[in-house]
Structures are given as C-alpha cells and as structure tokens.
C-alpha cells in the first residue's frame, strides 16, 4: 500500500502537506517505527492522523509504545477495531 498524499490534501487542506513537508524527516521516521513494529495499516493511520506522524521522533515513539502497553495483547487488532484510539496520541 503506499500514501495518499492527495487524500490527506482533500481531507486537510493544502497546509497539511506543506507541515509534512517542513518536517519530513520525522514524518517518515515515524511512519518506518510503526511499519517496524508490525502494523499493516499503518498508511491508513497517516492518512486519518497525519498530525500525529509529524511528532518529533522519540515523542512519537514514547507515546506509540504507552499506547501498545496500555492496549496489552493483540494491540494493533484493537487499533484496526477501531482507529480512533490513535487519535489519543494527540493529547
């Protein structure tokens, strides 16, 4: 699967691509730590959270691995379930 960067364009208007590309190192990074964990769908998250990939990286990082320790077992099922919980790393 590979990124839309057009949907995320339609869905959050031209500045978001403009965020993405002033921090695109963490961008990426972030999108190669999950990939790393195992995720499947992690372009999916990008597109409905592209906000949150553009964290610094050890933020990003720190606030995935809380979120998967509070989700315990079959964490990544529990996100697919139900996207909205990786709305939380926003807060």
């Known amino acids: 699967m590979k990124l839309d960067m057009n949907k995320i364009q339609d ?3 031209k500045s978001s691509i403009s965020e993405i590309k002033e921090n695109k ?3 990426i990074q972030n999108i190669e730590y999950v990939l790393s964990l195992g995720y499947k769908n992690v372009y999916e998250l990008v597109e409905r959270y592209p906000y ?3 964290m ?3 933020t990003f990082q720190e606030k995935v691995n809380d979120l998967l320790d509070s989700l315990g077992v079959e964490s990544f099922e529990k996100i697919d379930e ?3 919980i990786w709305g939380s790393l926003d807060e």
């Open 11 to 13: 869905i959050f208007g």
């Open 25 to 27: 190192e963490d961008f």
């Open 52 to 54: 949150t990939f553009l």
């Open 56 to 58: 610094d990286m050890d």
């Open 82 to 84: 139900n996207m909205e």
